[in-house]
């Protein structure tokens, strides 16, 4: 889907096809510097960072595994209740291993922050974040974010793995969303 076709959707696309793969490979070369000799778990998480997962994987010179978490905040309607749980958890031990965790955007923060916690918990060697979007002003918690590939105004943002209702996450670019779209 290209941009034409979707041109009274969007207000404006804030992060071309271009720059996400030159900052991917950017992200990339930093992280085979940081696990140089060490095993590497990159755990993505459903269903937003599906792209970022493997355009990285594929950006990484070195044999990486992967494995998804799907997890979900609920409450009552768009309000997030702070409470977490695992749709799909992890296949595998991660007993020792050294997790990235790959995200397609940090909003809050409640959620990742549960997420590294969780993970931590279970005796991981470490727990990195990277994220393709930072919203700072959005920001609830402090997450420390290790790997970070824009920092981005609070719109609502579409493309690259983001959605609204199901739509637009094939996109190769990453674009504000329309007010009229969801208001």
Known sequence: MDLAAISGDIE??????????????????????????KDLLLVGVLKGAVMAVADLSRALQRHV??????VSSYGSGTKSS???????????????????????????????S????NLESRGVGSVEILSILRKPEAAKVHVDVKYVGFEIPPDF????????DEKYRNLPFIAVLAKHMYS
């Not at 071309?16 to 140089?36: F, G, N």
């Not at 595994?65 to 799907?70: G, K, N, P, Q, R």
């Not at 549960?114 to 916690?117: D, G, T, Y």
């Open 12 to 37: 404006r696309v804030i992060v071309t096809e271009e720059a996400l793969q030159a900052r991917i490979k950017e992200l990339a070369a930093q992280v085979d510097k940081d696990y140089e000799g």
């Open 65 to 70: 595994e992967m494995d998804w978490m799907a």
């Open 82 to 112: 702070g409470v977490v749980r695992i749709l799909k958890d992890l296949d595998r031990d991660i007993t020792g291993r050294n997790v990235l965790i790959v995200e397609d955007i940090v909003d809050s923060g409640l959620t990742l």
């Open 114 to 117: 549960w997420l590294k916690s």
């Open 157 to 164: 943002v579409i493309g690259y793995g983001l959605d609204f």
